[in-house]
């Protein structure tokens, strides 16, 4: 029930997961996804790859492009050091009101800063709205076709530092090529492929880890 698909998810959430406890919120989500509906959320394959990133880096903060309906949010959330922070852009009004509802259900909106609109016009304000110096780890998993785009603007608004680290979901399934040509490509980034699998499918798909070298 529920008119779409991430409210459906949402309903499996408060029907199923435990109130405070992100990661059954996580599992509840790919349970659903992986028997009942597809859903473009990282999912538990690549989310594991996700996981070691943030934990390597131990960002204070934290920047993912696409929220949908929170998945990776609370899955990022759950791993992140005392007074960190993600903040996470949504575009779809509809999107970000399920996603603020499984990001409390799990228990880590205090982790969470969700911000809606177009990345155009909040990635050159971030720094003066929240405080910010740079970014030690952005995660991109919004529109295919912005991964290039946002990146150059990131950098132009000066919210990467040396080192800060971008994780890009999907660099071959959907794909985006002209991203993956830009990060290998340039000699500001050190960049490395993760090789993995489509969410809850066989299709092979990967995550590019970028570091950016300044
Ligand atoms: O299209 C895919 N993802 C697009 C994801 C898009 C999501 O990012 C939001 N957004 C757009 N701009 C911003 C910001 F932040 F800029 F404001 C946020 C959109 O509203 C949507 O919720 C996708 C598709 C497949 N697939 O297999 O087709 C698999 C995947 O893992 C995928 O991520
Ligand atoms: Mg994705």
């Known amino acids: 029930y529920g008119s779409t698909r991430p409210e459906r998810i949402l309903a499996e959430v408060k029907r199923k997961a435990t109130r405070g406890d992100a990661r059954s919120v996580v599992d509840t989500i790919d349970q659903y996804c992986r028997h009942q509906e597809w859903a473009m959320n ?3 394959e690549k989310g594991t790859i996700l996981d070691s990133i943030v ?3 131990k960002p204070r903060a934290m920047l993912e492009l696409g929220t949908y309906c929170g998945y990776s949010a609370v ?4 791993l ?3 007074n960190s922070r993600l903040i996470t852009m949504e575009f779809n009004p509809v999107f970000a009101a399920i996603a603020r509802q499984v990001i409390a259900w799990a228990g880590v909106e205090d982790k969470v800063v969700l911000i809606e609109g177009p990345s155009g016009d909040w990635i050159p304000k971030m720094k003066k709205e929240f405080g910010l110096t740079s970014f030690d780890l952005v995660f991109l998993d919004h529109w295919k076709d912005c991964y290039l785009p946002d990146t150059k603007l990131m950098e132009e608004c000066g919210l990467l530092r040396t080192g800060s680290i971008l994780v890009a979901d999907n660099v ?3 794909g985006a090529p ?3 040509e830009y990060v290998r490509g340039s000699p500001r ?3 490395k492929y993760f090789r993995s699998h489509l ?3 066989t299709v092979e798909d990967g995550i590019e880890k970028s570091v950016f070298l300044g």
């Open 42 to 44: 990282v999912g538990d």
């Open 55 to 57: 934990c390597e880096v």
């Open 75 to 78: 899955r990022i959330a759950s």
């Open 80 to 82: 992140l050091p005392p």
């Open 172 to 174: 071959i399934c959907p």
């Open 178 to 180: 002209d991203y993956l």
């Open 189 to 191: 980034y050190e960049s």
């Open 199 to 201: 969410e809850y499918t």
